[in-house]
């Protein structure tokens, strides 16, 4: 039988063109395996696009991984204690910049991967809970397998899971994010922050996948 994984993959290729597959959101599990199968093989199938224009990956980041990511709590955890301290506009400004900020930080991730595999651990008994993490392996046949776990939260409102933050190798991208921002919310405040995060904004998304699979293949001949 199919693994859920490959289903979606299968799923996307029976897809129309601007139609896009809604993924269910009651299993974290699922959702996160479904989310990534997804936007691994969009990458996966849009090689030609993306290594024309690189900028393509942003878009494939919005249509495929952002509805499933709670960004607002993202933003929020992020912000920690500054969070109750500033003034609504800045705060929404904040969060606004943040979501465009997101989807740069996964395209950039994201411009490594061509046609790496995904395994995804076994899944767990979630009931009764309201956050769970779902770890994964992406194995390269070049490179070192990369260790990544996606934090999941159920949303005491609508009752769906989204994700809202990202490890890799043992690194929180929230943890690392707010450690970055925390000396200037300090020194400079938010608006300081917001322009920092609209300059990464701007910065082109670069692939690097290429690169360095060559450099290491050259490595060792």
């Given amino acids: 039988a199919a693994t859920d994984s490959v289903k979606a993959t299968q799923?996307?290729?029976q897809a129309t063109v601007g139609?896009?597959?809604k993924i269910n959101q009651d299993d974290p599990y699922l959702m996160v395996e479904e989310a990534a199968?997804?936007?691994?093989?969009?990458?996966?199938?849009?090689?030609?696009?993306?290594?024309?224009?690189?900028e393509a990956?942003?878009?494939?980041?919005?249509?495929?991984?952002?509805?499933?990511?709670?960004?607002?709590?993202?933003?929020?955890?992020?912000?920690?204690?500054?969070a109750r301290q500033v003034e609504k506009k800045?705060?929404?400004?904040?969060?606004?910049?943040?979501?465009?900020?997101?989807?740069?930080?996964?395209?950039?991730?994201?411009?490594?991967?061509?046609?790496?595999?995904?395994e995804f651990e076994p899944h767990r008994d979630y009931q009764g809970r309201s956050?769970?993490?779902?770890r994964a392996v992406i194995k390269d046949n070049v490179r070192p397998d990369i260790k990544v776990a996606f934090k999941v939260r159920k949303d005491p409102r609508s009752g769906k899971w989204?994700?809202?933050?990202?490890?890799?190798?043992?690194?929180?991208?929230l943890s690392s994010k707010q450690t970055e921002f925390e000396s200037i919310l300090r020194k400079d405040g938010i608006g300081k922050v917001?322009?920092?995060?609209?300059?990464?904004?701007?910065?082109?998304?670069?692939?690097k996948g290429s690169e360095n699979k060559t450099a290491t293949t050259n490595e060792k001949v």
């Fill in 11 to 13: 799923a996307l290729a």
């Fill in 19 to 21: 139609e896009r597959v």
């Fill in 37 to 54: 199968s997804l936007t691994f093989a969009r990458i996966k199938s849009e090689q030609t696009q993306i290594k024309e224009n690189p």
């Fill in 57 to 82: 990956l942003r878009t494939i980041m919005e249509e495929e991984l952002m509805p499933y990511i709670d960004y607002r709590f993202s933003s929020f955890k992020v912000l920690g204690k500054y």
């Fill in 90 to 118: 800045d705060l929404l400004e904040f969060v606004s910049v943040f979501r465009e900020y997101l989807i740069t930080s996964y395209a950039v991730a994201m411009g490594y991967y061509d046609d790496q595999i995904v």
């Fill in 131 to 134: 956050d769970v993490t779902v």
């Fill in 162 to 173: 989204e994700a809202y933050d990202m490890i890799a190798e043992g690194i929180s991208m």
């Fill in 194 to 207: 917001i322009e920092a995060m609209r300059d990464s904004i701007r910065q082109p998304i670069v692939l």
